[in-house]
Nanobody, 114 residues
Framework: QVQFVESGGDLVQPGGSLRLSCAASGISFSTPTMAWYRQAPGEQRSWVARISAAGVSVYANNVKGRFTIARDNAKKTVSLQMNSLKPEDTAVYYC????????WGQGTQVTVSS
């Protein structure tokens, strides 16, 4: 079955950087659009960045210019480089397909706080 394993979350100060990684299995990785999503306490999960099989990336307005998504089809991984982090970026981050999702992984916690 399809499985995603996210890693790289941590506690970081405002203005800091983190790089998240997602490893996929059970999927023909080179075909679908992949995305990173996040869910803050009390809020709905929403996508923050997505990347097509051809490598075209799209970002939510609130992360544009700060986050960079990348994928490695051979390794079946997708990453999210996050710079200039803000407290409002605090959330659990997940990777999945876009727009139709499959069962979610456990996510990785990102906390931005001084």
């Amino acid at each position: 079955q399809v499985q995603f394993v996210e890693s790289g979350g941590d506690l970081v100060q405002p203005g800091g950087s983190l790089r998240l990684s997602c490893a996929a299995s059970g999927i023909s990785f080179s075909t679908p659009t992949m995305a990173w999503y996040r869910q803050a306490p009390g809020e709905q999960r929403s996508w923050v960045a997505r990347i097509s099989a051809a490598g075209v990336s799209v970002y939510a307005n609130n992360v544009k210019g700060r986050f960079t998504i990348a994928r490695d089809n051979a390794k079946k991984t997708v990453s999210l480089q996050m710079n200039s982090l803000k407290p409002e970026d605090t959330a659990v981050y997940y990777c999945n397909l876009f727009p139709s999702v499959v069962p979610w992984g456990q996510g990785t916690q990102v906390t931005v706080s001084s």
